[in-house]
């Protein structure tokens, strides 16, 4: 069962990111107030003391960052899966809308060195972690049907949290610090 749940759980998520990915898009795109408003808040409550401590500073700070997103998306699937959508959700809102935003001054061509860098560990790093929160979720729910083990499962689900999750958003974090600003520099 625990493959099969993985698999559906995964395609569930890509499909809710995707989704809320583009109506952030749409959004930012269409309400120029919603645009302004998003970068307020990434500039005053997400990025405002991001410089600080150099290098080594901000790699700690994005990487535990990172980290506790993932293991929210993961633990959320003990809500039956509510937390884990909600915040795979305003992730991809966010991202959409910053997409929007910055993709509209600056272009194509510099989100791409912007984001798929590191995007292409930190991303897939989101989606399993949701998909294990929902795969939680499962586990739960059979559980509470009485042909479940949730304990079990869980198990065998924190262990692939470990061995897949945390050396991406390692690998994530690294990337995003040390490479890529210089891609962006030579691409730009």
Not at 80 to 97: A, D, H, R
Not at 124 to 130: E, Y
Not at 158 to 163: H, V
Request: proline share 3%.
């Amino acid at each position: 069962m625990y493959n099969r749940t993985l698999g559906s759980s995964i395609l569930t998520v890509v499909a809710v990111f995707v989704g809320a990915l583009i109506l952030g898009f749409i959004v930012v795109t269409l309400n120029a107030t919603a645009g302004s408003a998003l970068m307020n808040f990434l500039r005053n409550d997400i990025f405002a003391d991001v410089g600080e401590g150099g290098a080594p500073m901000l790699f700690a700070k994005i990487f535990l960052n990172n980290l506790e997103a993932c293991v929210l998306l993961f633990l959320g699937g003990a809500s039956l899966g509510f937390v884990t959508l909600l915040i795979i959700s305003l992730n991809g809102m966010v991202i959409g809308g910053v997409v929007a935003l910055v993709g509209g001054e600056r272009g194509p061509l510099f989100m791409a060195a912007a984001i798929l860098p590191h995007g292409i560990f930190e991303i897939p790093a989101f989606i399993i972690s949701g998909a294990l929160g929902i795969s939680l979720a499962h586990a739960l729910w059979a559980e509470f049907k009485g042909n479940g083990d949730v304990a079990a499962e869980g198990e065998s689900l924190g262990r692939t949290f470990l061995r897949i999750v945390l050396p991406l958003v390692l690998l994530a974090a690294a990337i995003e610090v040390f490479i890529t600003p210089y891609v962006i520099a030579v691409l730009l």
